[in-house]
């Protein structure tokens, strides 16, 4: 099973162990940055924008950051987290159509409390950096790999328990859903309803639902 929950921070992989009081610190900083650059952009926000709003100093944010990519690949692991533990505990087990659908459901109602506004936190970082990062890139393509996997790995055990078709592909019906999601979430975003989205994730689960031994002809 993929571990949805957790992330090694590989931006930081070298960096001395942290206190606790460090460690809290550190957090505080990345969130000020996530929440920064989700409403204004990763080109919007400042060091001294996350300064401020993290009430710290700047000696404090380049103790824990050798520059301004190091966060930002911090921001993408912690918005990366946000965004998969959200989704629990139904992204762990989507090994049946009544949990893809309760799933879908559980999508759809975040996009609503959050008045469509935003997008993927996910997605929202991959559109400014895909581009001119490639490290970030990397990262966010690790992200999203996260996602994919529950998916798949929630359509292989259907398959291996003889829910869904012998030739049913698990890896291309993961990519599917997750690509459907990630267009449903940008017309969501653009248009302000959920329509789009619950368009794109209802049609692929009435694909998927096609490959089930129970509806197969």
């Given amino acids: 099973m993929t571990r949805t929950g957790t992330h090694t921070d590989t931006a930081d992989a070298t960096a001395p162990r942290l206190t606790r009081k460090g460690l809290v610190t550190r957090g505080r900083i990345v969130a000020a940055a996530a929440d920064l650059m989700f409403e204004r952009g990763v080109a919007g926000t400042s060091t001294d924008d996350v300064r401020a709003a993290a009430g710290v100093s700047t000696s404090q944010i380049y103790h824990y950051f050798t520059d301004k990519n190091a966060l930002i690949r911090a921001v993408i692991a912690h918005q990366t987290d946000a965004v998969l533990d959200a989704q629990e505990p139904l992204l762990s087990r989507l090994d049946s159509m009544a949990a893809l659908r309760a799933w879908r459901d559980l999508v759809v109602d975040l ?107």
């Fill in 111 to 217: 996009q609503r409390q959050r008045h469509c506004e935003g997008g993927c936190p996910i997605g929202s970082l991959a559109s400014e950096l895909s581009e001119g990062d490639p490290q970030a890139r990397a990262d966010l393509v690790d992200g999203f790999a996260r996602w994919e996997g529950a998916i798949r790995d929630g359509l292989h055990a259907m398959r291996d328990r003889g829910d869904l078709r012998a030739d049913a592909d698990p890896e291309r019906l993961a990519l599917a859903t997750l690509a459907a999601l990630q267009g449903g979430l940008l017309l969501t975003q653009m248009r302000r309803e959920t329509a789009p989205l619950e368009a794109a994730l209802d049609s692929m689960l009435d694909i998927i639902e096609r490959w089930t031994v129970t509806t197969a002809g």
